[in-house]
């Protein structure tokens, strides 16, 4: 019985983010006036996925005590290299998706690459990394437009048949093939060892370098995934620094409500999916309200105030307060 | 028989300041050996090139008779030589037996990839535990919730993990209560029995006397000699690392 205290405290974080986010989303369909529809509900996922993608990407730096400030820009830079790629026949699409994917591997590559062998600081490194994959955004698509392989986009942004949201299905994909290997292998717990005392794995033995690059390899690579939904979605691409912005703050805060410490060492991606979808639900809540979208920011950041002092609850149980300032 | 760990004129500069130099070091293998000194006298820095944790400037080490040089704490773990350090050895948000098999973590074939076996991983910590007699029906709970003395028994499972052959102690007893120094020195003692050789580094002479079999003493970077415990008080120790004279 005692184990599992100690798991579900573990799990706290994302246990609170998923019953607010049903809460959330029940009262939603209940006020939408067309109910939950296959249409409602795609749409919604899509939202959500995009925001969860990218919300993926930046925990796992999150989790070894770093940060990623390019993952908003990784996402736009994938866009617009779809937005370029993937047309024609489906094998000239498959190809594109790859080379977009290969896109973000090789952005992360980088800022992996900066923040280990560099030795830079992950929230400066990966600021001007991220300037300079936006740059290449703009190089590539001055101006919005573009264009994608129509059936691949519909498939991947449409609906199964039974209403089931294709953007969820390649969401649950994501974390079933790349998150969850990754959680319960060697360099996924070698990340959480690094990000709760990197000194401590250190003198274990622990592949701390290795376990870093990764963490950026795969941010770069769940940015893409996310980069690559939205071309599905928008049938474009846009090298927009404030959709690049937005993301990569609201994939900061998704992490922080799924449970995430800012400190490293806990948490997981579960959590920020949740995170993300409860960011997304505010605003779709504000339209069944018929409620302002001026309003959105203002609730946006009541709730992540909140997400936060949440997690501060540790300062009123915790036994000597001198760990506090350790 | 060689010594399982022997040093032979091992130093450190650091430019021009000399931190050790020509210590000559013997540890047979079931010993306990203490090592103590004013502060400034070098125990870190000698315990650190033990640990593979700082390359020495002179000398050489070798381990079963075998020269080696370490290149990383990893090489000398997986050498056999196990360090504990006194505050930064444990992840405090991990688990009690995730920090146990930090680094060197249990895998199982799931199709193609190597997942943890977390099963197998939190039994073996159970079973650790067990072994140094240690009441912490738990392992699943963070670090950061145990006291001083469960958290070097935390550590010195983790040696037991690695199966080391020698387990370097850095201040094991610093900042601890009576009691739960008392527990730490029946650890010391349970791993002894195991025959574990331990070498082990304290301010705190009575500890010393009471867990070891001799003492070398370092003072200024230098051996000033060695000192066998069971002949001597905590107060002679003290007075020789003063004195910087052995008898």
């Keep these: ?326 | 028989m060689a010594a399982l760990l022997s040093l032979r004129a091992i130093g450190k500069s650091y430019g021009a300041v000399v931190a050790l130099s020509a210590i000559d070091l013997d540890i047979d293998a079931g010993d306990v050996v203490g090592l103590c000194g004013d502060n400034g006298a070098g125990k870190s820095t000698l315990i650190r090139i033990i640990s593979g944790a700082l390359p020495p400037s002179a000398g050489e080490m070798r381990l079963d008779g075998r020269p080696v040089a370490f290149a990383s704490p990893a090489a000398a773990l997986e050498s056999g030589v196990a360090t504990i350090y006194q505050d930064l050895a444990l992840a405090p948000r991990l688990a009690v037996y995730q920090n146990i098999f930090m680094g060197a973590e249990h895998l199982r074939r799931f199709g193609f990839l190597r997942l943890l076996d977390k099963r197998r991983m939190r039994a073996e910590s159970a079973h650790f535990l067990a072994r140094l007699n240690v009441d912490l029906p738990d392992v699943d709970r963070p670090v950061s919730d145990l006291s001083g003395g469960q958290r070097q028994a935390v550590a010195i499972c983790r040696a037991l993990r690695w199966n080391a052959r020698l387990v370097v102690m850095d201040e094991p007893t610093a900042a601890l209560g009576v009691r739960e120094t008392r527990q730490v020195l029946d650890l010391i003692r349970e791993l002894h029995a195991q025959g574990v050789t331990i070498l082990i580094v304290s301010h705190n002479m009575d500890d010393l006397v009471a867990v070891t079999n001799r003492v070398v003493l370092l003072k200024n970077g230098r051996k000033i000699g060695e000192c066998r415990t069971a002949a001597a008080t905590a107060d002679d120790l003290a007075h020789m690392i003063a004195s910087g004279v052995v008898p």
């Design chain 1, 1 to 326: 019985m005692k184990d599992w205290n100690y798991r579900l405290a573990e799990q706290r974080g994302l246990i609170l983010a998923i019953a607010v986010f049903t809460a959330m989303f029940a009262f939603y369909i209940a006020k939408h006036p067309a109910g939950l529809t296959a249409n409602v509900a795609t749409t919604a996922a899509n939202k959500g996925v995009l925001l969860a993608l990218v919300g993926m990407a930046q925990t796992i730096p999150v989790v070894t005590s770093g940060l990623d400030l390019s993952v908003g820009m990784v996402f736009v830079l994938a866009n617009c290299v779809a937005s370029k790629i993937m047309t024609g026949s489906p094998l000239a699409t498959a190809f594109g998706a790859l080379a977009v994917l290969a896109v973000g591997i090789l952005c992360g590559a980088i800022n992996g690459a900066v923040v280990v062998y560099g030795r830079l600081q992950p929230i400066i490194a990966t600021l001007a990394t991220g300037t300079i994959y936006y740059g290449l955004a703009l190089a590539l698509r001055p101006a919005p437009g573009g264009d994608i392989n129509t059936d691949f986009a519909d498939a991947v942004s449409g609906s199964l048949p039974g209403g089931i949201p294709a953007s969820l299905v390649l969401l649950v994909g994501v974390v079933a093939v790349v998150w969850i290997p990754y959680r319960r292998s060697v360099l996924g717990r070698a990340a959480y060892a690094v990000g709760s005392s990197e000194q401590a794995a250190y003198m274990s033995g622990v592949p701390i370098a290795t376990a870093k690059f990764l963490a950026y390899v795969l941010a770069g690579l769940f940015a893409a995934i996310a980069g690559l939904l939205l071309t599905c979605i928008t049938y474009s691409g846009e090298a927009s620094a404030a959709i690049g912005g937005s993301y990569t703050l609201n994939s900061i805060a998704a992490v922080v409500i799924g449970g995430t410490s800012l400190f490293g060492g806990s948490g997981g991606a579960i959590g920020s999916i949740f995170g993300a979808f409860v960011l997304r639900t505010i605003g779709d809540l504000l339209f069944v309200f018929d409620m302002d979208a001026l309003w959105q920011p203002l609730f946006l950041g009541a709730v992540l105030l909140v997400a936060v002092s949440l997690g501060s609850f540790r300062l009123l149980r915790i036994k000597n307060r001198l760990e506090l300032y350790r």
